[in-house]
Each structure stands twice: as structure tokens, then as C-alpha cells.
């Protein structure tokens, strides 16, 4: 059993990530802003008020945690690479800090040019704040020193929706996973899956990965 906490438990992401966590037997706690507000959370998950971008919540849930999930989403650009920050630096200061698993954008994935989907012309603007609020935390792990842990996941960059779990799934890193069509598409499920995987049987440590159909 692994003692996990997963920051942003209450989103499309985290929320899965918990589930599937905790119906593989591991000891999960869910760190929230708003705990009164994640009430469908499962059975055996447990809440607790905590913030990723606070270096005293970050301390505070290290004591007994073994892995950091981070599934926040739904603030300013500068939410992750803020959080990546404090989680960097609050967590090189402890003995033996968790490894933090950072659930990121599709669109710092390289097109077959290899520049990132972000930097296309076409890229939605209504997207941008979260892309590079994300860009900004994947540079703030790769240029982290040694004494933390990181793995930073990326969906795919277009087709990602919430769906069935098939428990099946293809890995790469820095570009998308695609099939015989050229499509790259995975499901919430699908990737909460890959992540637990992940924690169980490490692979990609201080890495980026990616996964699809």
C-alpha cells in the first residue's frame, strides 16, 4: 500500500486519479481547497484542506505521504508553475520527500516538426493561460536540482475526454502517441490508469510521459 495524496482531487483528473487509487487498495488522501465540495469522492478516500502552491501545506502532507499527485487545474497561468515551484523547493528541503507526479498539458508535446502544439498559429486561444501555465511547470522540474523526485504526464494534446476505462494504454515522452489513423486519444479514465501505474511500477522518473490508444 502506498500513501498518496492527490492535490486537486476535486477536478475531472484528480478525481479519477483517487478512484482508481484507492479500488487498488492504496491509502489516499484527497488535498482540496474546498473539501466540503467533494462529497462524491469514494469510499475510503480521505479529505483534507491542502494547497499545492502553500510551502506549510506542502510540508504538512509530506509527514506521511509517499507520493504527490498533482491534479490542479482551474486558476491564473502562473497556478502551475507556482505550484512546481513550491513543491520543488519545500520538498528538497526534507530528508526523504514523496515523489510528486505532476498530471500536465498535451500541448508542450512536439508536433512532427518538433516544436511544441502551443507554438502553433492555430493553437486556441481560450486554451493559451493553461498551456503555458503548464510549459512553466514542466521547465521548473527539468531545471530542478537533485533531492526531488518528478514524473509530469501529459494527456494527449487534443483528444482527452472522460470515458471508459479499458485499462489498456501505449506510452511515449515527448511526442504523442498515435495510432495506425494518426490520432492520439485517451480518456480520463484511461490516463488516471497510466498515473497509478506509474506509482506502482516507476518508469519514468524525473521524465516526462505521455500516453494514448
Same mark, same amino acid.
Given at each position: 500500500?502506498?500513501?498518496?495524496?492527490?492535490?486537486?482531487?476535486?477536478?475531472?483528473?484528480?478525481?479519477?486519479?483517487?478512484?482508481?487509487?484507492?479500488?487498488?487498495?492504496?491509502?489516499?488522501?484527497?488535498?482540496?481547497?474546498?473539501?466540503? %465540495?467533494?462529497?462524491? *469522492?469514494?469510499?475510503?478516500?480521505?479529505?483534507?484542506?491542502?494547497?499545492?502552491?502553500?510551502?506549510?501545506?506542502?510540508?504538512?502532507?509530506?509527514?506521511?505521504?509517499?507520493?504527490?499527485?498533482?491534479?490542479?487545474?482551474?486558476?491564473?497561468?502562473? =497556478?502551475?508553475?507556482?505550484?512546481?515551484?513550491? *513543491?520543488?523547493?519545500? =520538498?528538497?528541503?526534507?530528508?526523504?520527500?514523496?515523489?510528486?507526479?505532476?498530471?500536465?498539458?498535451?500541448?508542450?508535446? *512536439?508536433?512532427?516538426?518538433?516544436?511544441?502544439? =502551443?507554438?502553433?498559429?492555430?493553437?486556441?486561444?481560450?486554451?493559451?493561460?493553461?498551456?503555458?501555465?503548464?510549459?512553466?511547470?514542466?521547465?521548473?522540474?527539468?531545471?530542478?536540482?537533485?533531492?526531488?523526485?518528478?514524473?509530469?504526464?501529459?494527456?494527449?494534446?487534443?483528444?482527452?475526454?472522460?470515458?471508459?476505462?479499458?485499462?489498456?494504454?501505449?506510452?511515449?515522452?515527448?511526442?504523442?502517441?498515435?495510432?495506425?489513423?494518426?490520432?492520439?486519444?485517451?480518456?480520463?479514465?484511461?490516463?488516471?490508469?497510466?498515473?497509478?501505474?506509474?506509482?506502482?511500477?516507476?518508469?519514468?522518473?524525473?521524465?516526462?510521459?505521455? %500516453?494514448?490508444?
Amino acid at each position: 500500500m502506498t500513501n498518496i495524496v492527490v492535490f486537486g482531487a476535486g477536478g475531472t483528473a484528480g478525481s479519477r486519479i483517487a478512484a482508481e487509487a484507492v479500488e487498488r487498495g492504496h491509502r489516499v488522501t484527497a488535498a482540496v481547497r474546498r473539501p466540503e %465540495a467533494t462529497g462524491y *469522492l469514494p469510499p475510503g478516500v480521505r479529505t483534507v484542506t491542502g494547497d499545492a502552491t502553500s510551502a506549510r501545506s506542502v510540508k504538512e502532507l509530506a509527514t506521511d505521504a509517499d507520493v504527490f499527485v498533482v491534479a490542479i487545474g482551474g486558476g491564473e497561468r502562473e =497556478l502551475w508553475g507556482d505550484a512546481a515551484r513550491t *513543491l520543488v523547493r519545500t =520538498l528538497g528541503e526534507l530528508p526523504d520527500p514523496p515523489r510528486v507526479i505532476h498530471v500536465g498539458g498535451g500541448a508542450t508535446l *512536439l508536433t512532427p516538426k518538433g516544436t511544441p502544439y =502551443l507554438d502553433e498559429p492555430d493553437f486556441p486561444t481560450e486554451y493559451r493561460d493553461s498551456a503555458e501555465g503548464q510549459a512553466d511547470a514542466l521547465a521548473v522540474y527539468r531545471s530542478s536540482a537533485d533531492g526531488v523526485t518528478w514524473t509530469y504526464v501529459s494527456p494527449p494534446p487534443l483528444e482527452f475526454h472522460p470515458g471508459e476505462r479499458t485499462g489498456h494504454y501505449r506510452t511515449g515522452t515527448d511526442e504523442p502517441v498515435t495510432d495506425a489513423q494518426g490520432r492520439s486519444v485517451l480518456t480520463y479514465e484511461d490516463l488516471a490508469v497510466a498515473i497509478v501505474d506509474e506509482i506502482e511500477s516507476p518508469r519514468f522518473r524525473n521524465a516526462r510521459f505521455t %500516453a494514448a490508444y
